[in-house]
């Protein structure tokens, strides 16, 4: 038989010279690499490092900003209380045991000084008017008769043909004639003024607010009569507290609120004490005569104070430091903030007043003053 052997030894070789063929062109790529990378990675290594290129930190935080601006921050002065008159006129009587004839006006009827308000019956003064007249008239003819017999005396003194005595006589009896005379006058004044008495008539300009007697009662002396409010003005007695005060000045413009009506009125005094219990001070406020109110409303005042305009910034700008109050400040054109020491006055409506260390137009970061050191750079937020 033929043997096999041999053929299977002459394949062989021809599969391990394919297999070798990858291997040696992939040894040959990468020696023909390295052969052009390492002289240009030597020549990197062998030449100076550069100055690195500098790099700009990027801003810290986007802010914004607010300008110091001058605001009025004064508060006002908050009362509340009663709505009174100004003056309130109590009329009475002075005579007494007259009877009350007309009274012509009503409650709430306006009335002009002068007017009459109400009429008593004046017969028993008129009769004593009368008799006091008649008085007055027989003394002023006593006191004629008096002066006539003194001239005469006179006369006949000077041919001495009267004596001494009776001269004397005539002087005294007329000196008792002329003091009979003068209180015969002063009896009718007072017969005429209790006459006029029977006549009540308005002090001044009002408003009849109370009408206290009818026709037919009978009048004593001082009894009320009638009530009026003086010129019609009213007041509101604003309670304030006593810390309060020193801020509030006569002639001071005020807002009064009752319900939804508003009022503008002025401060026209202080009371001089402070109630002990409560602490609160009487401020008399005027109101205008087309006020609407009546006496025994109550009412809300806010006090207005004087224009006071100061310097102010955000609230949220004022960040603390150490306890110190600072605002970061950027200045035009700048990037980064730097802290500014300020003090501060009263806090209202959001901001703060700045009483030093800020100049009118300066910008200071509103939002997230917190985050910031001094020096930071900052990113400027688009107003919305």
């Excluded at 921050?73 to 009587?93: H, K």
């Excluded at 300009?205 to 037919?216: I, K």
């Excluded at 004593?220 to 019609?232: D, M, S």
């Excluded at 700048?334 to 700045?354: F, H, K, M, Q, S």
Aim: glycine share 8%.
């Amino acid at each position: 038989m033929p043997d096999h052997n041999p053929p299977a030894q002459t394949v062989a070789p021809r599969s391990t010279t394919r297999r070798r063929w990858p291997l040696l062109l992939g040894f040959l790529l990468i020696v023909g690499l390295g052969g052009v990378m390492v002289p240009r990675l030597l020549q990197r290594a062998e030449a100076p490092p550069g100055p690195a290129a500098p790099q700009e930190p990027p801003p810290a935080l986007t802010v914004t900003l607010a300008a110091v601006q001058a605001r009025d921050l004064a508060r006002p002065v908050i009362g509340d209380g009663s709505v009174v008159p100004w003056q309130e006129l109590v009329i009475g009587a002075e005579a007494g045991g007259l009877r009350v004839q007309a009274v012509p006006v009503e409650e709430g009827d306006r009335v002009r000084a002068g007017q009459l308000l109400v009429a008593l019956d004046d017969a028993l003064p008129a009769a004593q008017v009368a008799q006091a007249e008649a008085a007055a008239a027989e003394a002023e003819a006593a006191l004629g008769i008096a002066q006539a017999d003194l001239r005469r005396a006179s006369q006949l003194s000077r041919s001495d043909n009267v004596a001494q005595q009776v001269l004397e006589q005539r002087q005294a009896a007329a000196r008792q004639a002329e003091a009979r005379l003068r209180a015969a006058r002063a009896q009718l004044q007072e017969a005429q003024a209790r006459l006029a008495q029977a006549r009540i008539l308005a002090p001044a300009d009002g408003t009849v607010l109370r009408r206290a007697v009818l026709p037919g009662a009978v009048v004593q002396p001082g009894q009320e009569l009638v009530r009026l409010l003086r010129e019609g003005r009213l007041e509101l007695d604003a309670r304030v507290p006593e810390l309060d005060l020193a801020a509030v000045r006569p002639g001071q413009a005020v807002r009064v609120r009752h319900g939804e009506r508003e009022i503008m009125g002025e401060v026209r005094a202080l009371a001089p004490v402070v109630a002990g219990e409560t602490r609160l001070g009487l401020v008399h406020v005027t109101l205008p005569p087309d006020s609407g109110l009546r006496p025994g409303m109550f009412a809300r005042a806010e006090i207005l104070p004087a224009p006071a305009p100061s310097l102010a910034v955000p609230q949220a700008a004022v960040v603390f430091r150490d306890g110190q109050p600072v605002v970061f400040v950027l200045p035009e054109g700048a990037e980064r903030v730097e802290p500014r020491a300020i003090t501060t006055g009263i806090r209202r409506e959001g901001v703060v007043e700045v009483t030093g260390g800020l100049a009118p137009g300066e910008r200071v970061v509103a939002t997230g003053a917190g985050f910031l050191s001094a020096g930071d750079r900052v990113r400027v937020a688009a107003p919305r």
